[in-house]
C-alpha cells in the first residue's frame, strides 16, 4: 500500500523507534505516548483492521500477542499489568488503516476507557 504510514515504518521509508523486529512484526514506540510505555505492535502485512483477518493470520495475532507479553516482561511492567488495544473503525477511534496493537503501561490504566 503505497499511501499508508505503517507500511511506510515497515520498509523504513519513514524513521520510527523500533524497539522488535521479525519477519511478520515490528513494535515501534508511538509518536504520541498516552502511557509512559506506549508501544505499537505492526503486523508487516498490510490488514485494515480486524475485520479485515482472514483464517490465515490466526498465527500472526497469536505472535502479537506473545511478542507484547514478552516486551512487558522486558521492561518490568508485567506484575503491575499492562494493557494491548486495537482499534477497528470509526468509534473506536482508528486513525491509522493498518492493523496495529497498543501496549499501554506504567501507569493506572482506567476501566471502561473514555
Ligand atoms: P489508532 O488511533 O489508529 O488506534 O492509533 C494510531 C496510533 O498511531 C496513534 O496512537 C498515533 O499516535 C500513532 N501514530 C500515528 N502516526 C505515527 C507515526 O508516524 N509514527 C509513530 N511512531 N506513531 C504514529
Ligand atoms: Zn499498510
Not at 515497515?10 to 521479525?22: L, S
Not at 475485520?51 to 493470520?57: A, I, K, V
Request: charged share 25%; aromatic share 6%.
Amino acid at each position: 500500500m503505497d499511501s499508508c504510514i505503517f507500511c511506510k515504518i515497515v520498509d523504513g521509508t519513514i524513521p520510527a523507534k523500533k524497539v522488535y523486529e521479525d519477519e511478520d512484526m515490528v513494535a515501534i514506540e508511538d509518536i504520541n505516548p498516552v502511557a509512559p510505555h506506549h508501544l505499537l505492535l505492526i503486523p508487516k502485512k498490510h490488514v485494515v483492521n480486524a475485520l479485515d483477518l482472514t483464517p490465515e493470520d490466526d498465527r500472526l495475532v497469536g505472535r502479537v500477542f506473545r511478542v507484547a507479553a514478552e516486551i512487558a516482561r522486558q521492561r518490568g511492567v508485567d506484575e503491575r499489568g499492562f494493557r494491548i488495544v486495537q482499534n477497528s473503525n470509526a468509534d473506536a477511534g482508528q486513525s491509522v488503516f493498518h492493523i496495529h496493537f497498543h501496549l499501554l503501561a506504567g501507569r493506572h490504566l482506567g476501566w471502561p476507557p473514555g
